[in-house]
Every structure is written in C-alpha cells, then in structure tokens.
C-alpha cells in the first residue's frame, strides 16, 4: 500500500529536498564551472574549463583526442578585444562561439578544421569565447544573437544575468 505526503506533512521533506540541493549547487542559476546558452531555438547546458591565463589560452583544447559531448572551454579575456583562433594541435573539429560582454554571441565559427592553421577570427568587442564540438551549433541553433549566461559576465551588463 503506498502512502502519499500532501499538505503540511509534506513541507518538511520538500524543505529539506530545496536545503539539498541549494546546498550542492543543482539548482545554482551560474557557476564558473557551467555555461548556459539560450535563444529561439531553446537552452544548452555546458560544463566547460576556463582558460583566462596566457597560458591556459594559448594550450587550449590541444592535444586532446575527445571532448564529451556537453562539455567545453571558455576563454575569458580581462577585457573586450579581438578573439583570433586557429586549430594548430588540435585534434578534433571544434564549433567556436565568440561573445560580446553582454553575453550575446556576436559570431560563430562552425566546425573548425583539425590541424588547420588558418586564422579564425571571431571580431573586435570580444570577451568570451565558448569551443564545443563540432557541429553542436548547429544542431542546437545556436546562432548570432543567441544569449551565455555565465558568472565572469558583466552582471550589470548581461543579457540573461545570473539570478
């Protein structure tokens, strides 16, 4: 016979389910570790790494034979510039989504070449830049004008700011 909690018996199992998961970062709106993606075509969740050192930057996603499916890098410069890529070492195709300080995406750069080394080059006004598999994209609909949220944004700036 199964017994179901409704009205004031329920409260304190739901406190504490909401304590657990605050408490664990499930329900957190932006961490530094995730980067969230939103447009017409609907949301997109990543883990990603950052890379904000010249030396993180320069090392990248070389190297690496795979990348999980939901998973990325983010580039985050100390202030807006011109982001320029190219795919020296790198192994597998990468999709590059290159993002104004108000966390709208002003470029994308689909599927870049393994190995190719021919500049890839995302335009002035650039703070971030998200690498992801290539062809995920597309196959999201993410697109110029597409919205990141991410806590190393601007807040007061930001186009979908943390909650």
């Keep these: 016979m199964s017994r179901r909690l409704r ?3 329920a409260a304190p199992l739901l406190a504490t389910l909401l304590w657990l998961a605050l408490s664990t970062g499930l329900l957190a709106a932006c961490r530094d570790d995730v980067v969230d993606l939103r447009g017409p075509w609907g949301q997109a969740r990543f883990a990603v790494e950052i890379a904000d ?3 993180t930057q320069a090392l990248g ?3 690496r034979e795979s990348l999980p499916r939901n998973a990325g ?3 985050v410069y100390p ?3 011109r ?3 190219w795919m020296r070492n790198t192994l597998i195709p990468l999709d590059m989504i290159f993002v104004a300080p108000d966390g709208v995406v002003r470029h994308v750069h689909h599927e870049a070449v393994p190995l190719d080394e021919t500049v890839i080059d995302g335009g002035d006004g650039i703070l971030m830049v998200l690498e ?3 062809g995920l994209a597309r196959t999201f609909g993410i697109a110029p004008g597409s919205e990141l949220r991410h806590p190393r944004l601007p807040q007061q ?5 943390c909650d």
Excluded: E, K, S, V
């Design 7 to 9: 009205g004031p018996a």
């Design 53 to 55: 050192t010249p030396q």
């Design 132 to 134: 992801i598999n290539g």
């Design 61 to 63: 996603l070389m190297h």
């Design 79 to 81: 202030a807006p510039q």
């Design 157 to 161: 700036d930001a186009a979908w700011p």
């Design 83 to 85: 982001a320029t890529f």
């Design 73 to 75: 890098m983010l580039f």
